[in-house]
Nanobody, 123 residues
Framework: QVQLVESGGKLVQAGGSLRLSCAAS????????MGWFRQAPGKGREFVAT????????SYADPVKGRFTISRDNIKNEVYLQMNSLKPEDTAVYFC????????????????WGQGTQVTVSS
């Protein structure tokens, strides 16, 4: 069983930057692909970024390409989401997720989820 705890969400002005962190425990961290998803009020959960377990290969959703960067530290058992040039439409609860195996962009393929951290971008 893997436990995930996100942190770093807060209120930020448009154009600003924020780094989210997700601490994992309870498994062999490098065996898991990690993903970030987000859910805005009244909307479904949306893929943001994913990173493979060992090579660190990444994929991003089109709306965040060039602005967000996912990374991981397999010693600290943490995954990060660096968010730059934030826009009001980035406002959402951001979730960290883990799946055993390869990267995925579909939320139902992830076995473990954190509780989420709120990011609010003011215009």
């Amino acid at each position: 069983q893997v436990q995930l705890v996100e942190s770093g969400g807060k209120l930020v002005q448009a154009g600003g930057s924020l780094r989210l962190s997700c601490a994992a425990s309870g498994g062999t961290f490098s065996s898991y692909a990690m993903g970030w998803f987000r859910q805005a009020p009244g909307k479904g959960r949306e893929f943001v970024a994913t990173i493979s377990g060992t090579r660190g290969t990444t994929s991003y959703a089109d709306p965040v390409k060039g602005r967000f960067t996912i990374s991981r530290d397999n010693i600290k058992n943490e995954v990060y989401l660096q968010m730059n040039s934030l826009k009001p439409e980035d406002t959402a609860v951001y979730f960290c997720a883990a799946r055993l195996g390869t990267r995925a962009t579909i939320s139902v393929l992830y076995e473990y989820w954190g509780q989420g951290t709120q990011v609010t971008v003011s215009s």
